[in-house]
């Protein structure tokens, strides 16, 4: 009896010694599964490993929201006949399904996979939780190449809702925050009064929010201290490679007095989308680091007299970057500055030294070149030395140097003893390769000390994802057979959806404005005449408002600036004569009539108005009390059916006008469009009703 029970003993003994084991293999396997699964960027919630049958199938499969997933590393031979993805509600994968489209949309059959990552969308709205499995299956055996299974209670990534903005000070408010996916933030109906000094979207960990944070950009990829806002929505990225999951709070902070305005807490363990955000990882070869904006970032390294600087963005192939020592010793400022403009185009990198002296093109008043000009144009040196350039994945990045104190007297000193104020700016190209107005700038004071004991870096991986362009404003067409005159001022350009959305050209930061609208296509009549009333400014002293009116057949305009060659390329219709020396001579220069932005407007701004009329209405008109300069026109045979009115000075300023025979064929060619749009719409209507 005693043998017998020692004999149960060691039985017992042995199998519960098997079942802890099993447990710690079990346990081994789930933890070394969330190590894998938090390894790495957050890519959703992770399903687990596809189940390997035949035809080599493997990779990892996670819930991206709930309608995708994503498999990352999959891998197919390829060698299946009528292969598809392959998902259903019943208990097994079986012929009882439906085809998934690939990563391209489309239902063909699988082809070759290779450690692919990609995402898979199911198809007519269905979602995850609709669904059992989702598995590589060919139909025409009907056998199942690999799988993963759906858990019962399985609840998808999804946008999260967070708690409201703290009332703590300077009206800061906000609707419950909205939190879209691992890096974007929704702030509805977020309030501040404007009022604070140094004051940023901040984020950290911890418990309450500390001067410790980081600065958050804003909704327009701006680290300057924030504007005021009055119950806007506004979404908030996070920089760089931070998600959702590593910070704790987000703040509206004042790193000048230490304050926190107010702030929200971030939930743990959000069940959340992740972001489309692409993350470039970018290295910087300077010590020195400083970040601009969120796609600009300027690196810097003093060897005795000679700096370098690198300046990295993540702009368009024709866009520039600039940087430079501000126009004054106590704020940055545009005018008066020393900048480098830096570009690559398609044969090498430029890094080329400009001056500035008024915020408009090169021009020439009373014989000497004003405005936005490159130092060798004005009688100095180009003093920086271009040292090495590349782009790589959307990203310029060029390197140059210059001494600390040129012998230029054009140039501004770059001071080690004292902090320096600076001025930086991108935006596109024009046509001659000058900086045109530029798209990304600053309104505050940037202030950099160059000459730093231990190197200094704030800077961040950039990133990128696909942008939705902003819907155009309004275009204008003047149609009207009886007008024959024409009134023409100056206003500002508006932003994307202004001049430069409409026109695709890029913008001087003014545009002609034609009985109120923003650069109208004209429609005129041969043989008839017309009369513009032209108020564009007629002080030939000022190199930002001096607009005689031209019109000829080249779409750009400036034509004062361009050289002798360009020129005759040429045919100048109306507004201009010619010297006895061959040398243009502008005759529509009227008194300046200007809609300007109200005071402190920030117009950076634009494109929150979503038509051109409540942007109009936004402006302050000014006009000087003078009769305008008179331009006659007689459009006749010989004219081109396109032609453009523009300013004599700048380029990109006005748009077209269409010469016709008859405004009958416009009148019957607008009812046509209008009977074929009619007969589109004819059938679904019938079905309508």
Same mark, same amino acid.
């Given at each position: 009896m005693t043998l017998s029970n020692n004999v149960l003993c060691l039985q017992l003994q042995r199998r519960l010694l098997l079942v802890f084991v099993t447990l710690f293999l079990l346990l081994t396997a789930a933890l070394a599964q969330g190590e894998e699964e938090e390894d790495g960027p957050y890519r959703g919630k992770y399903l687990g490993k596809l189940n390997s049958y035949h035809h080599q199938v493997s990779g990892d499969v996670y819930a991206v929201n709930e309608f995708t997933f994503l498999i990352v590393g999959f891998n197919y031979d390829g060698n299946g006949a009528d292969t598809f993805f392959w998902s259903g509600a019943s208990n097994r994968p079986g012929p009882q399904g439906f085809i998934v489209p690939d990563e391209y949309g489309k239902t063909n059959i699988l082809d070759r996979y290779h450690n692919k990552d990609f995402t898979l969308t199911l198809p007519d709205r269905k979602k995850i939780t609709e669904i059992k499995w989702l598995a590589v299956y060919d139909l025409n055996n009907q056998n199942n190449f690999g799988d993963v299974y759906i858990p019962e209670d399985f609840?998808?990534?999804?946008?999260?809702?967070?708690?409201?903005?703290?009332?703590?000070?300077?009206?800061?408010? /906000? /609707?419950?925050?909205?939190?879209?996916?691992?890096?974007?933030?929704?702030?509805?109906?977020?309030?501040?009064?404007?009022?604070?000094?140094?004051?940023?979207?901040?984020?950290?960990?911890?418990?309450?929010?500390?001067?410790?944070?980081?600065?958050?950009?804003?909704?327009?990829?701006? !680290?300057?201290?924030?504007?005021?806002?009055n119950m806007e929505t506004i979404d908030l990225q996070l920089p760089g490679d931070k998600t959702?999951?590593?910070?704790?709070?987000?703040?509206?902070?004042?790193?000048?007095? @230490?304050? =926190?305005?107010?702030?929200?807490?971030?939930?743990?363990?959000?069940?959340?989308?992740?972001?489309?955000?692409?993350?470039?990882?970018?290295?910087?070869? !300077?010590? =020195?680091?400083?970040?601009?904006?969120?796609?600009?970032?300027?690196?810097?390294?003093?060897?005795?007299?000679?700096?370098?600087?690198?300046?990295?963005?993540?702009?368009?192939?024709?866009?520039?970057?600039?940087?430079?020592? /501000?126009?004054?010793?106590?704020?940055?400022?545009?005018?008066?500055?020393?900048?480098?403009? *830096?570009?690559?185009?398609?044969?090498?990198?430029?890094?080329?030294?400009? =001056?500035?002296?008024?915020? *408009?093109?090169?021009?020439?008043?009373?014989?000497?070149?004003?405005?936005?000009?490159?130092?060798?144009?004005?009688?100095? !040196?180009?003093?920086?030395? !271009? @040292?090495?350039?590349?782009?790589?994945?959307?990203? @310029?990045?060029?390197?140059?140097?210059?001494?600390?104190?040129?012998s230029d007297d054009g140039d501004k000193e770059i001071f080690l003893d004292r902090s320096n104020y600076v001025v930086w700016a991108f935006g596109q190209l024009d046509s001659n390769n000058e900086p045109a107005f530029h798209t990304y700038y600053p309104k505050s004071d940037i202030v950099i000390d160059f000459n730093t004991t231990e190197p200094v870096n704030d800077c961040f991986a950039f990133t990128s994802q696909k942008e939705t362009p902003p819907q155009l404003w309004e275009r204008t067409r003047i149609t009207d057979a009886s007008l024959r005159s024409f009134n023409a001022y100056l206003g500002p350009s508006g932003g994307l959806r202004g001049y430069q959305g409409l026109t695709g050209h890029v913008s001087s930061g003014l545009a002609w404005y034609i009985n109120g609208y923003m650069i109208p296509e004209l429609y005129l009549k041969r043989g008839l005449t017309y009369t513009f009333n032209v108020r564009g400014g007629n002080n030939p002293h000022s190199p930002e408002h001096y607009h005689p009116l031209v019109i000829t057949d080249d779409p750009q305009g400036g034509y004062d600036r361009l050289s002798d060659a360009k020129q005759s390329e040429i045919r100048v219709l109306a507004g201009v004569e010619f010297t006895r020396r061959g040398r243009p001579k502008p005759t529509a220069a009227g008194p300046l009539c200007l809609s300007r932005y109200p005071p402190n407007y920030d117009r950076r701004l634009d494109d929150i108005f979503p038509t051109f009329k409540k942007f109009n209405r936004s402006l302050i008109t000014e006009c000087v009390d003078e009769a305008p300069a008179l331009l006659e026109i007689t459009p006749n045979i010989t004219w081109p059916d396109t032609v453009y009115y523009n300013s004599f000075t700048h380029g990109n300023m006005g748009w077209k006008i269409h010469i016709v025979d008859s405004y009958t064929n416009l009148r019957n060619g607008a009812r046509a469009l209008t009977w074929s749009l009619a007969i589109l719409l004819l059938p679904w209507l019938v079905l309508q009703y």
């Amino acid at each position: 009896m005693t043998l017998s029970n020692n004999v149960l003993c060691l039985q017992l003994q042995r199998r519960l010694l098997l079942v802890f084991v099993t447990l710690f293999l079990l346990l081994t396997a789930a933890l070394a599964q969330g190590e894998e699964e938090e390894d790495g960027p957050y890519r959703g919630k992770y399903l687990g490993k596809l189940n390997s049958y035949h035809h080599q199938v493997s990779g990892d499969v996670y819930a991206v929201n709930e309608f995708t997933f994503l498999i990352v590393g999959f891998n197919y031979d390829g060698n299946g006949a009528d292969t598809f993805f392959w998902s259903g509600a019943s208990n097994r994968p079986g012929p009882q399904g439906f085809i998934v489209p690939d990563e391209y949309g489309k239902t063909n059959i699988l082809d070759r996979y290779h450690n692919k990552d990609f995402t898979l969308t199911l198809p007519d709205r269905k979602k995850i939780t609709e669904i059992k499995w989702l598995a590589v299956y060919d139909l025409n055996n009907q056998n199942n190449f690999g799988d993963v299974y759906i858990p019962e209670d399985f609840e998808p990534p999804m946008a999260q809702l967070g708690g409201t903005f703290s009332k703590r000070s300077h009206n800061v408010s /906000s /609707s419950s925050i909205q939190i879209l996916d691992s890096k974007t933030i929704r702030i509805k109906d977020f309030t501040y009064d404007g009022r604070g000094k140094r004051t940023f979207f901040w984020t950290g960990v911890g418990a309450q929010p500390s001067s410790r944070g980081s600065k958050l950009p804003d909704e327009r990829g701006y !680290l300057d201290p924030i504007r005021k806002y009055n119950m806007e929505t506004i979404d908030l990225q996070l920089p760089g490679d931070k998600t959702i999951f590593d910070i704790d709070w987000i703040s509206v902070y004042d790193v000048a007095d @230490n304050e =926190n305005y107010g702030h929200v807490l971030i939930n743990d363990g959000l069940n959340v989308p992740p972001s489309l955000v692409k993350v470039i990882p970018f290295e910087f070869s !300077l010590p =020195n680091c400083r970040q601009l904006h969120k796609d600009l970032q300027v690196s810097w390294e003093v060897f005795g007299p000679q700096i370098t600087f690198q300046l990295s963005g993540q702009v368009a192939a024709n866009d520039y970057m600039s940087f430079g020592i /501000s126009g004054s010793d106590v704020s940055s400022q545009m005018i008066g500055s020393d900048v480098v403009v *830096a570009y690559i185009d398609e044969i090498r990198g430029y890094s080329v030294d400009y =001056n500035i002296t008024s915020l *408009a093109p090169c021009v020439q008043v009373l014989g000497q070149n004003k405005g936005v000009c490159r130092d060798d144009v004005v009688g100095g !040196l180009d003093s920086f030395q !271009l @040292n090495t350039y590349a782009r790589k994945d959307g990203i @310029n990045t060029i390197s140059f140097r210059r001494l600390l104190k040129s012998s230029d007297d054009g140039d501004k000193e770059i001071f080690l003893d004292r902090s320096n104020y600076v001025v930086w700016a991108f935006g596109q190209l024009d046509s001659n390769n000058e900086p045109a107005f530029h798209t990304y700038y600053p309104k505050s004071d940037i202030v950099i000390d160059f000459n730093t004991t231990e190197p200094v870096n704030d800077c961040f991986a950039f990133t990128s994802q696909k942008e939705t362009p902003p819907q155009l404003w309004e275009r204008t067409r003047i149609t009207d057979a009886s007008l024959r005159s024409f009134n023409a001022y100056l206003g500002p350009s508006g932003g994307l959806r202004g001049y430069q959305g409409l026109t695709g050209h890029v913008s001087s930061g003014l545009a002609w404005y034609i009985n109120g609208y923003m650069i109208p296509e004209l429609y005129l009549k041969r043989g008839l005449t017309y009369t513009f009333n032209v108020r564009g400014g007629n002080n030939p002293h000022s190199p930002e408002h001096y607009h005689p009116l031209v019109i000829t057949d080249d779409p750009q305009g400036g034509y004062d600036r361009l050289s002798d060659a360009k020129q005759s390329e040429i045919r100048v219709l109306a507004g201009v004569e010619f010297t006895r020396r061959g040398r243009p001579k502008p005759t529509a220069a009227g008194p300046l009539c200007l809609s300007r932005y109200p005071p402190n407007y920030d117009r950076r701004l634009d494109d929150i108005f979503p038509t051109f009329k409540k942007f109009n209405r936004s402006l302050i008109t000014e006009c000087v009390d003078e009769a305008p300069a008179l331009l006659e026109i007689t459009p006749n045979i010989t004219w081109p059916d396109t032609v453009y009115y523009n300013s004599f000075t700048h380029g990109n300023m006005g748009w077209k006008i269409h010469i016709v025979d008859s405004y009958t064929n416009l009148r019957n060619g607008a009812r046509a469009l209008t009977w074929s749009l009619a007969i589109l719409l004819l059938p679904w209507l019938v079905l309508q009703y």
